[in-house]
């Protein structure tokens, strides 16, 4: 770690993995009602898990990007940050903005759009410390060093602030609200946050394999250029059944069969770089969820995005568990193993320890990575059988649901298998260091 102001990162990722561990707790609970429909029903109502579950993935996921900024962006710009009490004030309303929500949530006090239920004043202290943060990042990049990793990282920041106001816009037409509800919902996800992974990979692709940076940042400029290309027209697949002019079918069904581009060239790029660079170096935990990230993106948000994008099959599928499928491993795979990523490789240095508790690092990998592969597959089928007997069969919505019980006890018994690996995981990288260093090596810190 070469700049003191680095270890910023570190409340950051701290409190990014708390709420991960909440999300998987709420992600079990609501897993839990699709079997037992009876279960916790007058404590906390299905839909309040489930708010609660998604809202929580988005925050944590912004507040690990924030952590990953503050770790790379010294070291890219080769200047400390600008302000670190500035960090450490934004981090405390964000948190009390997320906190504050998820407590709404279990009194009912919501907006009811989904992923952007946060009360009025969730939603301005959510963009206080956005803005707070851009400006702290903003200036640190302005007067340092200016990079492709730094400067693509900053430009999706940026976007991912500029369209976090639509969320301020509700209009009183469904269709209407639907319309620019996406332009948040997708244009992050599917659009502006793959610049963010894709500078991520790019940093920890530079770090861990030492290929030469002009050649990686040649590779992150195509990548960006597709994603942003393919991306934000992409957003009309969304636009097929909700009122939109019937132009957005034919649009939004070609730019989303080009989505699967940019995540086929993450994954090209990330095991070209491996085979090219060295493969010496000593945090394997890190290089793992690196190359794992990429791949798993390809197929979660690449290939099963693919399977129901275009608008005559998603006639079929659209609100069905195959939609369930798709999100769970798109977003895994994107952006929880990156931000997982980062952490393995940047808490060594934050602790000032040895790379440590690696092995317990990669059984979490295989653990969550395998639980999260097999839920999907049970969902997709779930997903399939769902499509086929309510959609062209015209069977009830509930007797389908019956259905498909067998399915939601696996995919319940995946969750639990997630929720075991996020425990080998916190505790890998906030735990006592085990691993015992090469002879003549001390320690900087105790563990």
Same mark, same amino acid.
């Given at each position: 770690?070469?700049?003191? !102001?680095?270890?910023?990162?570190?409340?950051?990722?701290?409190?990014?993995?708390?709420?991960?561990?909440?999300?998987?707790?709420?992600?079990?609970?609501?897993? !839990?009602? %699709?079997?037992?429909?009876?279960?916790?029903?007058?404590?906390?109502?299905?839909?309040?898990?489930?708010?609660?579950? !998604?809202?929580?993935?988005? /925050?944590?996921?912004?507040?690990?990007?924030?952590?990953?900024?503050?770790?790379?962006?010294?070291?890219?710009?080769?200047?400390?940050?600008?302000?670190?009490?500035?960090? %450490?004030?934004?981090?405390?309303?964000?948190?009390?903005?997320?906190? *504050?929500?998820?407590?709404?949530?279990?009194?009912?006090?919501?907006?009811?759009?989904?992923?952007?239920?946060?009360?009025?004043?969730?939603?301005?202290?959510?963009?206080?410390?956005?803005?707070?943060?851009? %400006?702290?990042?903003?200036?640190?990049?302005?007067?340092?060093?200016?990079?492709?990793?730094?400067?693509?990282?900053?430009?999706?920041?940026?976007?991912?602030?500029?369209?976090?106001?639509?969320?301020?816009?509700?209009?009183? =037409?469904?269709?209407?609200?639907?319309?620019?509800?996406?332009?948040?919902?997708?244009?992050?996800?599917?659009?502006?946050?793959?610049?963010?992974?894709?500078?991520?990979?790019?940093?920890?692709?530079?770090?861990?394999?030492?290929?030469?940076?002009?050649?990686?940042?040649?590779?992150?400029? /195509?990548?960006?250029?597709?994603?942003?290309?393919? *991306?934000?027209?992409?957003?009309?697949?969304?636009?097929?059944?909700? *009122?939109?002019?019937?132009?957005?079918?034919?649009?939004?069904?070609?730019?989303?069969?080009?989505?699967?581009?940019?995540?086929?060239?993450?994954?090209?790029?990330?095991?070209?770089?491996?085979?090219?660079?060295?493969?010496?170096?000593?945090?394997?935990?890190?290089?793992?969820?690196?190359?794992?990230?990429?791949?798993?993106?390809?197929?979660?948000?690449?290939?099963?995005?693919?399977?129901?994008?275009?608008?005559?099959?998603?006639?079929?599928?659209?609100?069905?568990?195959?939609?369930?499928?798709?999100?769970?491993?798109?977003? %895994?795979?994107?952006? /929880?193993?990156?931000?997982?990523?980062?952490?393995?490789?940047?808490?060594?240095? #934050?602790?000032?320890?040895?790379?440590? =508790?690696?092995?317990?690092?990669?059984?979490?990998?295989?653990?969550?990575?395998?639980?999260?592969?097999?839920?999907?597959?049970?969902?997709?089928?779930?997903?399939?059988?769902? !499509?086929?007997?309510?959609?062209?069969?015209?069977?009830?919505?509930?007797?389908?649901?019956?259905?498909?019980? #067998?399915?939601?006890?696996?995919?319940?018994?995946?969750?639990?298998?997630?929720?075991?690996?996020?425990?080998?995981?916190?505790?890998?990288?906030? *735990?006592?260091?085990?691993?015992?260093?090469?002879?003549?090596?001390?320690?900087?810190?105790?563990?």
């Amino acid at each position: 770690m070469k700049y003191e !102001t680095q270890r910023v990162a570190l409340p950051f990722f701290a409190v990014a993995m708390a709420l991960f561990a909440l999300q998987v707790i709420f992600g079990i609970l609501a897993a !839990t009602v %699709y079997v037992l429909p009876e279960f916790m029903v007058d404590l906390v109502p299905f839909h309040v898990m489930r708010m609660s579950h !998604t809202n929580l993935l988005i /925050v944590w996921l912004l507040m690990g990007f924030m952590g990953c900024t503050y770790f790379l962006l010294p070291e890219e710009a080769e200047r400390d940050i600008h302000s670190p009490m500035i960090a %450490y004030v934004q981090l405390a309303i964000f948190a009390v903005a997320g906190a *504050g929500a998820l407590i709404s949530y279990q009194f009912g006090i919501h907006e009811g759009r989904e992923f952007l239920e946060q009360p009025l004043w969730s939603k301005i202290l959510i963009t206080i410390s956005f803005l707070m943060f851009l %400006y702290n990042t903003s200036i640190t990049l302005y007067k340092g060093r200016k990079t492709a990793i730094n400067s693509v990282l900053m430009l999706g920041l940026w976007l991912a602030a500029i369209f976090w106001f639509f969320a301020f816009y509700n209009p009183s =037409n469904l269709a209407l609200d639907k319309l620019y509800w996406w332009w948040i919902v997708h244009v992050w996800v599917e659009g502006v946050w793959e610049l963010i992974m894709a500078s991520l990979l790019a940093y920890l692709l530079i770090k861990l394999t030492g290929v030469d940076r002009e050649i990686i940042e040649k590779w992150l400029y /195509v990548i960006i250029g597709l994603a942003l290309f393919s *991306g934000l027209l992409g957003t009309g697949h969304h636009y097929y059944w909700i *009122g939109a002019p019937a132009y957005w079918q034919p649009v939004g069904s070609f730019f989303s069969t080009l989505e699967v581009a940019p995540f086929f060239a993450m994954v090209m790029f990330a095991f070209y770089m491996f085979w090219k660079g060295r493969r010496n170096h000593p945090n394997k935990s890190a290089m793992l969820w690196t190359l794992g990230s990429a791949t798993v993106a390809f197929f979660g948000a690449g290939v099963w995005g693919f399977m129901h994008t275009l608008h005559w099959v998603n006639y079929y599928t659209h609100g069905t568990q195959v939609t369930a499928a798709h999100g769970h491993l798109a977003f %895994y795979g994107a952006y /929880v193993m990156m931000v997982l990523g980062v952490i393995t490789y940047a808490m060594p240095q #934050l602790r000032r320890l040895q790379p440590f =508790n690696q092995i317990l690092n990669m059984w979490s990998f295989w653990l969550m990575t395998s639980a999260m592969c097999f839920m999907t597959f049970t969902l997709t089928f779930a997903g399939v059988v769902q !499509t086929h007997l309510q959609r062209v069969l015209g069977m009830n919505y509930m007797e389908v649901q019956q259905q498909l019980e #067998l399915f939601y006890w696996m995919r319940l018994g995946a969750g639990l298998v997630v929720s075991i690996a996020a425990v080998l995981f916190l505790y890998a990288v906030f *735990g006592p260091a085990r691993e015992e260093l090469p002879e003549g090596e001390t320690r900087l810190t105790t563990a």
